[in-house]
């Protein structure tokens, strides 16, 4: 198959977004065989609780163990090919199978095997296992094997950025769903650039500055009408540094796929939302006061997160088929929080609740232009670089990943 015709100055030719073809080799070569962002320790707080996610046409689940680890497994008994566990969470001590009850402990061994012989080799079958990382609370998994080495230089590099909000003390407040009717590429390409924001994102641009979230942070590029931002970035700097908090810009190191920096918040903001005040009154980590700024977190394929004193929102972007993509939302708590006392629902969710509508209706009439027929690749704004930079790691991916 021919991956040629990418200019990542330009949009990707048509068949990109349309073809079923080109669509099942991303999986292949991105999506089973990358580290991707599917979860976080929040979703598992208790030994045995376990959810069942699916990539493609991959089922598997994850689950905390007695000792307190996550471990991933394919969802699929190996007696007779069953889906082992069911329902989206759950908690269990023991996986057992309901087609012949074959059981599982929590770390993939059959210890039950009904029907077989005394002498059986139990140990030969235990469940099919995926790799599974956990970085400052964030879970990545990779569905071929070996994995990537890379991990561990993104372990390294993340950890002291995350460790400040203690993700593991969290939990989920609120988890949204949506499925949007586009290729899963569009809805990343949106998010890698702010030009759009201006004018579709009026909640968002109270509590966010546009620069940084596409525009770039090069201190010699800024124009006058991001000086206001430029000085904020500077005091907060200070701050940043007294109170030990990393932020200096890091962005696709070495050709790694996360680029993160700390960003000062807008109009006195001291979270993400529509006035100057918490959206939870328990702080996380060892923060004592709200912190008016947010540490924001790119990875490719498929996620962006944004990590608050107060709360933090993580993205996961699923693709469903050519044309259908499931982008999930959770926003994070302190794990001790109280809903109705110390955060108000509708008041944590709203930005990010209505960034993610209009975020949806521009990505959907996005891809139907695409589909029109009249569609051809359209030139990419300077400010749209962070888009070219993603284009350009895609078409890496396809002609440079082995299939495995």
Not at 125 to 130: K, Q, R, S, Y
Not at 325 to 343: C, N, S
Request: glycine share 6%; net charge negative.
């Amino acid at each position: 198959m021919s991956f040629s015709g990418i200019d990542p100055n330009f949009t990707l030719p048509p068949r990109f977004y349309t073809s079923t073809e080109i669509f099942e080799e991303e999986l292949e070569r991105i999506f089973y065989s990358r580290w991707i962002y599917v979860a976080c320790e929040a979703d598992l707080p208790k030994p045995g609780d376990y959810i069942t996610l699916k990539i493609g046409t991959r089922s598997f689940f994850l689950q905390r163990t007695e000792s307190g680890e996550v471990h991933g497994f394919y969802n699929v008994c190996r007696h007779r090919g069953h889906e082992l566990v069911q329902g989206e969470t759950g908690n269990c001590r023991r996986l057992i199978c309901p087609y012949h009850n074959w059981t599982y402990d929590l770390n993939g061994n059959l210890k039950h095997a009904r029907g077989m012989d005394a002498d059986f080799p139990k140990e030969d079958f235990g469940l099919n296992p995926i790799e599974v990382a956990v970085i400052g609370g964030l879970i990545y998994v990779c569905l071929s094997s070996p994995a990537p080495a890379d991990i561990e230089q993104v372990r390294s590099m993340l950890t002291p950025y995350l460790a400040p909000y203690e993700l593991p003390k969290t939990k989920i407040a609120c988890q949204k769903d949506i499925i949007e009717a586009c290729n899963w590429k569009l809805v990343i390409e949106n998010n890698r650039e702010c030009l759009h924001c201006t004018s579709n994102h009026p909640e968002l641009l109270v509590p966010l500055y546009s620069s940084g979230f596409g525009k770039g942070l090069d201190k010699d590029n800024v124009q006058p009408d991001e000086r206001r931002f430029q000085e904020k970035l500077q005091e907060k700097e200070r701050e940043w540094e007294n109170l030990g908090l990393p932020y200096e810009l890091i962005e696709f190191p070495d050709n790694l796929w996360f680029r993160t920096v700390r960003l000062p918040l807008a109009n006195q903001c001291i979270s993400h939302t529509l006035k100057p005040e918490h959206a939870c009154k328990k702080l996380l980590g060892n923060f004592k006061k709200p912190e008016g700024s947010g540490l924001s977190l790119w990875t490719h394929p498929n996620s962006w997160n944004h990590f608050l004193s107060d709360h933090i929102v993580t993205f996961a972007v699923f693709p469903l088929s050519v044309d259908k993509t499931l982008v999930r939302t959770k926003w994070l708590v302190a794990a001790d929080a109280v809903e109705g006392v110390d955060y108000d629902l509708e008041n944590l969710t709203h930005v990010w609740t209505q960034t993610n509508a209009q975020d949806q209706s521009l990505a959907e009439g996005t891809y139907r232009g695409i589909c029109s027929g009249g569609y051809m690749p359209g030139p990419l704004a300077d400010e749209e670089y962070l888009v070219k930079q993603f284009l350009s790691w895609y078409s890496d991916q396809l002609t440079e990943t082995p299939v495995h």
